[in-house]
């Protein structure tokens, strides 16, 4: 029996997916795990483990390059939860404008003040006035599913709104209304937002991104939402622009101590994703994927492989993954002719250093066949199903 492991806490909604598998919170020798935000950069991994899918879209927390070299899949969900950090984005961009957290604060000390509130919250009330988000520019660096549902909306609540993103995908592009406009780089977006909103995955190249630079190209008194990763900030430099007026307000869905308490940084508890919806449409996504993977070896919305997928169209299905080198299909289907197979369909494709093929067969090879494919040089994994 195929064994789920489920390391944190997903929707029920997962397991009416896998039937006919086992699902379990604590197992030992997985062959598939869905996790949230379990960091599993020191987990050990067992040498059957197929795949780990994350219910969301980050995987920073999962060491994907060191999967892929052992031929376990990693997957995300991508827009799965656009909706609900979308939200998250537009209530922060009235949190950016207006001082809702300090008057709210504020009205708490009133309690007890008996029939003086009233005259109390009109007289203190103009410390707290704020602006308004209608006409001013939003400047959205990635334009993934997230991004592009902020871009609508708040070009829906009348924003100007520029987008950068150099990996724009058609589909996305597509999805913008025409009132988004893209620029070419981050620096057109430092130098003309009012409001910055950061979409982007934490890599090598997005880390720190935030950083004194950077914010020295900025509009004096811009807001700075981040609901990716902390990471994507330098915090000492946030810090020293919030003290200097530089910065009026950075808004994190992801806090650490130092920012913690800094007057203008508004620090959320990672909310971004936690609404029941989200958590449904993740889990499921999250588990058909991985159950698709796990019985028919189609890969859809991978971080570390390319996407192949076909529907079945034999009794026997061999799936390769493989560096992404030369002379790799020959060798590898000189062996399958070797046995004179026929080769009904075939897909194979690279991402990065890695690939995979699926090859459907009209017969099942023999062991020894699947033996010698497996000791090609650069043959990571194979698999029948
Ligand atoms: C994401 O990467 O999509 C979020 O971090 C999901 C979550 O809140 O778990």
């Known amino acids: 029996m195929i064994k789920i492991l489920k390391l944190n806490s ?26 949230r935000s379990a960091h599993m950069h020191d987990y050990a991994i067992n040498d059957n483990l197929l795949a780990v899918a994350r219910a969301g879209a980050g995987t920073n927390n999962i060491p994907s390059a060191v999967y ?19 939200e998250l984005v537009i209530c922060e ?15 708490k000390t009133l309690k007890g003040e008996g029939e003086n509130v009233s005259k109390l919250v009109e007289k203190g009330k103009g ?42 995908s058609t589909p996305n592009a597509v999805a913008l209304t025409s009132d988004v406009k893209l620029v070419s780089s981050r620096d057109d977006v430092y130098r003309k ?19 004194k630079k950077s ?11 981040n609901n990716s990763r902390g990471e994507l900030a330098a915090t000492d430099d946030v810090i020293e622009a919030l003290e200097n007026g530089k910065l009026s307000r950075y808004i994190t ?15 959320l508890p990672h909310l971004g994703a936690s609404t029941p919806e989200a958590e449904d449409y993740c ?48 060798k590898i289907l000189t062996e399958i002719s070797s046995q004179s197979i026929n080769v009904s369909n075939m897909q194979d494709a690279s991402k990065g250093e890695y690939a995979y093929l699926i090859c459907d067969l009209d017969e099942a090879p023999a062991p020894e066949t699947i033996e010698k494919i497996r000791a090609i040089d650069g043959v990571i994994r194979v698999r029948q199903i």
């Open 10 to 35: 997903i929707s029920p909604l997962a397991d009416e997916v896998f039937t006919g598998y086992e699902i379990y919170e604590n197992c030992d020798n997985p062959d598939g795990i869905i996790v």
């Open 68 to 86: 892929a070299e052992k031929g376990i899949v990693v997957f995300n969900t991508p827009g799965a939860n656009a909706n609900a950090v979308k």
């Open 93 to 107: 961009l009235f949190l950016g404008g207006r001082k809702i957290t300090e008057a709210v604060d504020w009205v």
């Open 127 to 168: 410390k707290f006035a704020g602006c308004e988000i209608a006409g001013k520019t939003l400047g959205i660096i990635g334009l993934g599913a997230i991004g592009v549902a902020v871009a609508n909306s708040a070009a829906a609540l009348k924003m100007n709104v520029i987008g950068f993103d150099p990996f724009l």
């Open 193 to 211: 937002s009012d409001f910055i909103t950061l979409h982007v995955p934490l890599t090598a190249e997005t880390k720190c991104m935030i950083n």
């Open 215 to 225: 914010i020295a190209k900025m509009k004096d008194g811009a807001v700075i939402i």
């Open 253 to 267: 869905d992801f806090p650490d101590d130092k920012l913690i308490g800094t007057k203008n940084a508004v620090c």
């Open 283 to 330: 889990a499921v996504m999250a588990a058909n994927q991985l159950a698709d993977y796990i019985e028919n070896g189609n890969i859809k919305n991978s971080v570390n492989y390319p996407a192949v997928s076909m529907p079945r169209s034999c009794a026997a299905r061999l799936c390769v993954h493989h560096k992404n080198i030369k002379e790799m299909l020959t």
